[in-house]
């Protein structure tokens, strides 16, 4: 017996040329728990996801059978459709780094209240953060109407902590001013909201087009919103550069303009996926990838993994009362979108960059 399902796959080296393919995942074995994918997001972070794919092993979690192809991880709620693993039983609802397809077998270890970890041999060498999987029912933030908003925000807001987090660890590298390029993502947003904090002296700019300014300034959470033709206008002393849209053409604006004034260079992602290009060159530090799982991994050291969770989980929650606050219509617009024509509409909108900043995308495989 085997389940009919789909997956979503795309060229790796032309994000344009993806296509549905029929999947049969089969029953789980002893072992096995067999997930029904139910939504996921998609955001300018999963076009990161497929952009670092090769350089950060994003491609290694799903597989495809086709090498040359790929499953972009995106973040969703899948439903347990058939379970060969005592302590997680049919029906249960999981949240947790999926494929874009129906289906996923996972092969869960240290099954606890909370959730679980996959233990497929293919994910062992992956970055452990990734392999998890929350179990609704035992999650304390979780919450049924808000599933939306923990799609498209909660992981992205964890990085966006994680940023926040190394700048002030490293006394933002001297610098008075942090610059945030594709300032009206989600990520970028989220940093800003982090930065923000009233103890600090520190002004935080945000780079973005013409066409996304308004709703960019409508935030309120950067102090100056420059157009990125304007770069050469930023009178700022010194700053830190934290390149959200992987543009070697902002990059190399930035830092051009600011030399030795730029204290560090930060690469965190790539929704510029087309503009993409090598940093050999440039004046002022040489940028620097950030990987949230090696900041995370340096706080489990100094602090603890529990006391890591309780920091993010209090400032998700003053997050999410801005997010759904009586301004919430001008940060967030949820559209959901199902079935696979409408899904591959939805993806192709978002690699072109046709998305609107306040608009977030929660879509379904499923007919």
């Not at 997956?7 to 997930?35: C, E, H, I």
């Not at 934290?242 to 730029?262: C, I, N």
């Not at 290009?277 to 004046?283: C, I, R, V």
């Not at 009362?321 to 199902?338: D, F, H, I, T």
Request: aromatic share 12%; hydrophobic share 45%; net charge neutral.
């Amino acid at each position: 017996m085997s389940v009919a399902g789909c997956d979503f796959l795309v060229d790796k080296r032309d994000f344009k040329r993806a296509r549905v393919a029929v999947a049969t995942p089969g029953l789980p074995a002893a072992g096995q728990v067999l997930f029904a994918i139910d939504t996921f997001a998609l955001t300018a972070n999963n076009i990161t996801y497929a952009a670092f794919g090769d350089a950060m092993q994003y491609w290694n979690f799903f597989p495809a059978t086709d090498p040359a192809e790929g499953r972009i991880p995106v973040w969703g709620f899948a439903d347990v459709v058939a379970s060969q693993c005592e302590g997680i039983a049919v029906g249960e609802r999981f949240y947790g780094y999926f494929p874009m397809s129906t289906h996923l077998m996972v092969q869960p270890e240290r099954v606890g209240p909370g959730g679980f970890a996959d233990g497929a041999l293919h994910r062992k060498a992956l970055h452990a953060v990734y392999n998890q999987y929350l179990r609704c029912s035992g999650d304390p933030g979780y919450r049924a109407d808000q599933e939306a908003q923990q799609m498209l925000l909660r992981p992205l807001f964890a990085t966006s902590f994680l940023i926040d987090d190394f700048l002030a660890d490293n006394d933002f590298f001297g610098a008075a001013s942090v610059i945030l390029s594709s300032a009206s993502s989600k990520t970028a947003y989220g940093s800003a909201f982090c930065l923000k904090h009233p103890a600090r002296n520190l002004r935080v700019i945000g780079l973005t087009s013409e066409g996304n300014k308004a709703f960019v300034e409508r935030l309120g959470v950067y102090d100056e919103v420059v157009t990125y033709d304007a770069v050469a206008s930023i009178t700022a002393q010194s700053a830190v550069y934290v390149d959200m849209s992987g543009s070697a053409a902002v990059r190399f604006a930035t830092h051009h303009h600011f030399g030795d004034r730029l204290k560090h260079s930060c690469a965190v992602g790539g929704t510029h996926w087309e503009d993409l290009g090598g940093a050999a060159g440039l004046p002022g530090p040489r940028p620097t990838l950030f990987f949230a799982p090696a900041q995370i991994k340096k706080r489990n050291a100094d602090w603890g993994a529990a006391e890591l969770q309780k920091r993010i989980g209090a400032a998700w929650l003053a997050f999410m009362q801005k997010v759904n606050g009586a301004e919430s219509e001008a940060w967030l617009k949820v559209r959901q979108v199902r079935g696979e024509d409408a899904v591959a509409q939805a993806y192709r909108e978002m690699l072109d960059g046709g998305t609107r900043p306040d608009e977030g995308f929660i879509l379904s495989l499923k007919p």
